[in-house]
């Protein structure tokens, strides 16, 4: 490397010289190099300005999860994700939920939340923390204002106050919060209600004598939830006894956090897999739904499970969703504008009921199989063609040592390598 290249900040050196220093400095070669110059539909300098220190794409498989009809409008649902069951299993629940009406949803207006933290000087007292809070409120029209000057679409619309004292090791204090409850349409929102907050809090300083220290985004969006439900046909499913296995095996993830927290990892993966592939800031929604599922004070599952009257078995699964057809990488990102230009959808609330019915479906069918012949059969059929590649399987052979392996229950990449032998034999 050249003493130029080493003077250089990494942000500051081109693509080629960024994967010379990484040459140089590790242990990577050239093939493995050259995997980082294979940009795909972007330019470097596209993904240069999304994020610091770029150096490559990070491609994953993007499929087609079918048979989904959400009130009453059917639809292609793209997933991008690596592991192989999911995208088949979210469409094969979709198909049965479709025998039953499909799945109905409804998701809320777009309402963020913004926090301001306020703290009051450590010598006031109850009563001079409460003339605070009565002071902000009753300046409220004044801060909505000026927050709506901050946005041509988004709207402030109303402001909450309330008390918290420090909970944690270091026993702070009081302090007052003041949250922003902002509709961001068709946006997630974080940005335009980061600006507002930041607007505001200069102005909420002058007002109390206070200081303000965090002012952000709340990514806990319980003011804009998805509610989505679906009947599938008990004889669809296998009948009485798969049933009420399937209750067998809700009861168990609301009731353990142990097994909550695989349950609930399963509806993320129909969940994650469409955000993703719309461009979505898919580790809020993780954290809000997270943060949902022990809304009582302990973990539970996502989603609920009950026979109705006439005998079949419905899902309903209920969860923060802040989501956006506009704004971050859906204006910027080519594959994800493909993505939800394919979905044919009109507003974020209509993505957001695609997304849950997403994670309802992958729910139903892990603990369907779960209840039934365990998980592994049909992931590990699926897994199959992934270990025939390793073993070095090429085009048609995939699926011939792929299906040797299922058919003899020994799905490995000694075995597959074996039966790879044996191909080339023949």
């Known amino acids: 490397m050249s003493k130029n290249l080493d003077k250089k900040k990494f942000r500051n050196m081109t693509h080629e010289e ?19 110059r294979n940009t795909s539909v972007f330019k470097f300098s596209n993904i240069d300005g999304m994020i610091e220190n770029a150096i490559g794409i990070f491609p994953l498989p993007i499929g087609i999860a079918n048979n989904f009809v959400i009130n009453n409008k059917e639809y292609l649902v793209p997933m991008a994700i690596e592991e192989p069951s999911v995208i088949a299993a979210a469409s094969n629940a979709a198909k049965i939920a479709s025998k039953g009406g499909g799945f109905m949803a409804q998701a809320d207006d ?30 409220k029209i004044d801060i909505i204002s000026l927050a709506n000057t901050k946005s041509k679409f ?21 302090m007052i919060i003041i949250e922003i409850m902002v509709d961001t349409k068709d946006a997630m929102g974080a940005n335009v209600v980061n600006t507002m907050c930041e607007a505001i809090a200069p102005e909420i300083e002058a007002l109390t004598g206070c200081k303000v220290v965090l002012k952000i985004l709340s990514n806990y969006a319980t003011q804009r939830l998805v509610k ?29 956090v142990h097994r909550a927290v ?24 993780e954290a809000g739904c997270h943060a949902y599922a022990c809304r009582d004070g302990q973990y539970r599952s996502l989603t609920k499970w009950y026979q109705n009257s006439k005998g079949d078995l419905v899902g309903e699964i209920e969860i923060p969703m802040a989501v956006g057809i506009i704004g971050g990488i ?16 009109s507003n974020s609330q209509e993505l957001a009921t695609i ?17 039934n012949e365990g998980i592994q059969k049909g992931h590990m059929k699926l897994h199959s063609k992934n270990i025939a590649i390793i073993a070095g399987a090429t085009n048609d052979k995939i699926e011939m040592v ?4 299922v058919e003899e229950r020994n799905v490995s990449v000694s075995r597959a390598k074996e039966i790879l032998e044996s191909l080339k034999e023949n």
Do not use: W
């Not at 220093?21 to 093939?31: A, G, H, Q």
């Open 18 to 36: 960024r994967l010379q220093f990484i040459k140089v400095n590790t242990s990577l070669d050239d093939n493995e190099i050259d995997l980082f």
């Open 110 to 139: 777009s309402i963020m939340i913004g926090q301001i933290q306020l703290i009051p000087n450590s010598s006031y007292d109850q009563p001079k923390v409460q003339n605070l809070i009565e002071l902000i409120s009753n300046n």
């Open 154 to 174: 988004a709207k402030c619309l109303d402001i909450k106050i309330k008390q918290v004292n420090d909970e944690s090791i270091n026993k702070l204090g009081q």
């Open 228 to 256: 989505c439900r679906g009947i599938f046909p008990t004889e669809l499913i296998g009948g009485e006894e798969i049933l009420k296995r399937i209750l067998f095996a809700y009861s168990l993830a609301f009731t353990d």
């Open 262 to 285: 695989t349950h609930n990892k399963g509806i993320m993966n129909g969940i994650d897999s469409v955000a993703i592939a719309t461009g979505q800031d898919f580790r809020a929604i």
């Open 330 to 345: 859906t204006n910027t990102h080519p594959i994800v504008k493909a993505c939800l230009k394919l979905m044919n959808i």
């Open 355 to 371: 997304i849950a019915a997403s994670g309802l479906a992958q729910n139903f069918s892990a603990i369907r199989a779960l209840s």
């Open 402 to 405: 792929s299906r040797k392996m």
